[in-house]
DNA sequence: TGTACATCAGTGAACGCGCGTTCACTGATGTAC
DNA sequence: TGTACATCAGTGAACGCGCGTTCACTGATGTAC
């Protein structure tokens, strides 16, 4: 019977989602290696064993945490980017950075789980990748609609890229922005990584004793970045 | 007697140090939460209550092999600085920042122990403070030289700072650098967290897939951050 | 130079803890006829 | 609609492990006179 099997089913789908949401508390208030499966049972009312049920193993369950921390700062990456008129470009890059750092100041323990140090004897399997990866992909399509825009005039000005580097690039361009030069491309490299650094050192406390609260300098790493990958200005004037 | 003390303290300092090293090979080979007195003092042939002669506990041990990482790094920062003729910008940014890589890249676990994400249930002391200090003074130095050279034209130019950023970057300069204006010295800011942000991403697994291998994709950014940072280009024709 | 005492390094046993994982089991839910 | 069987969720006990830290102790090293 289909209504009944769903039930089990259901009650299966319910559980596997609590399990995730106790895990997640617990990453959230003690970090990624605390994160044991006998505390999460107990906050449950289970016992620990039952669990092996749910999560063949505390790796898989690492594993799907992780996946989950991907899913949101990538869906909430995307929404802000689409929250924006497609053509206002530097709106988007904004919205994009905003985006990241507010999910990160959020969720600081997920972020350093991604984005912090590998934790040791755990190696993310091959269903992380996907996930990963939309952060960056807004990026270059970001890219890819600034350089196909009139209002735009992304530089392809800079260091000559070695012929690696060329390669690389021209590999990223291919699968997601056909045509975007090496040049241009590069350049948003180095702001994705200007803008989780400037992340990361803001969460892991490095800025202390510098530009902290970060917020403006935020705000103004931003716009330099904005301007170092070659997105117009705010009020363009359509030619 | 003077010779005779100095043994017993001379021991002392020498077991200190071979504590460190072997907790340093378990770091590199495990991990910072991986690290344990009982292991390290099994592999020193000790028992682990004998440790506790040596650091009051564990996170104290931590501590200590913190500031070691910063002097580390810090001191290798300051010797490739220090290798190239000082009127040379460029080469010494290029320098420092060759030397956080290959720093980062030969150490990855100590990097990970001070730039990835904190330990959790452990706040760095004080202590740690000046010793982490040592790579970003050697950059704003760096831009101090470069703002007094007349070779170099760091650009003031760029998006406008808020009060609350010029402030804050008037107070790093009045210590280190009194009268470099907060637009360039805000630029070395954004050069530095993008340093470390991809160096980050280097070793975190992050580039997977983009520049990795990543020797060229560095050194092309390195490039544009010196630009970017307002350096004069290799050849300065001097005036 | 020799003796009496104080300091210190290292021992070994113990405390109390929490962890991941396995396994044989019970009882409820679902399926086939 | 009812019964016989199969599947599945959750239990409870147990295994074996390693950890940080404390404490009373022994014996060696250092100090003062």
Do not use: C
Request: proline letters at 9%; zero cysteines.
């Amino acid at each position: 019977m289909n209504a009944s099997r769903t039930a089990r089913e259901r009650a299966r789908a319910e559980l596997t989602q609590e399990i995730k949401e106790e895990a997640r508390r617990q990453l959230a208030a003690e970090g990624a290696q605390r994160l044991s499966l006998r505390a999460v049972a107990r906050e449950l009312g289970m016992v620990s064993s039952a669990l092996y049920r749910y999560f063949p193993s505390r790796d898989d369950l690492l594993t799907a945490l992780i996946i989950d921390a991907y899913e949101s700062i990538g869906a909430r990456v995307e929404a802000a980017d689409a929250a924006r008129p497609p053509a206002d470009l530097r709106g988007r890059w904004r919205a994009i950075s905003q985006a990241v750092r507010e999910w990160a100041l959020t969720h600081p323990h997920e972020y350093a789980l991604v984005y912090g140090s590998p934790v040791p004897g755990y190696s993310a399997p091959q269903e992380t990748v996907v996930p990963a990866s939309r952060v960056p992909i807004a990026l270059v399509k970001l890219a890819r609609d600034a350089w196909a825009s009139p209002t735009s005039a992304p530089s392809t000005e800079g260091p000559p890229l070695s012929p690696t580097l060329a390669a690389q690039a021209e590999q990223v361009a291919a699968a997601l922005a056909p045509g975007l030069p090496g040049p241009v491309l590069t350049r948003y490299i180095i702001g994705w990584t200007q803008l989780f650094g400037m992340i990361s050192f803001e969460l892991f406390g490095h800025l202390v004793g510098s530009v902290d609260p970060a917020d403006d300098f935020f705000a103004h790493a931003v716009e330099h970045m904005a301007d170092f990958v070659g997105l117009p200005a705010d009020t363009p004037s359509p030619s």
